[in-house]
């Protein structure tokens, strides 16, 4: 499976530069940094959601784990889930499960995304396929999918968030 069309229309509408990665075969997704020589925390993943009636993706660094404390809080008391894989087949039919791009407009989607991602880097994502990445300059990915930037991830520690959240609650 190849990037699909439904980003790179997207990606062409908005006149977007993007510089395309092949995945090596047989890489485990947490290798794809090192092998790749991407920053640490900028190849991202992305989680589909139910919030309410809204689809939401949830982006964090593909080595961080959604805390489901935090994505309670996130929405309060209105019902939110994961996507069942059924779903994720359903709605993303020209995505691989794992490779759903963190690109709201395509999908009518809002995305969120964890403050963990550094902003003054490149950004790489899956496009639909697990064998090619998408990197771009934050900025105009920024600009491109306006996400909400929220705090999500599990364990804030490894990306410094956590002494910031600390130093703002006093």
Known sequence: ??????LVTVLAYHRILYEVRRVPDKTPPLD???RLGLPPRSLVKTVPFHHGTEVALLVLPIECELDPKRVGALWGAQRSRPYSAEEVAHYFPDCEPAAIPPVGEPYGATVYLDRCVPIHSKISFHGGSSRQLIRLPYPVFDLLVQPLHVGICRDCQGCGMAKVISALRR
């Not at 499976?1 to 439904?6: A, W």
């Open 32 to 34: 794809f940094p090192g």
């Open 1 to 6: 499976m190849e990037i699909t069309p439904r």
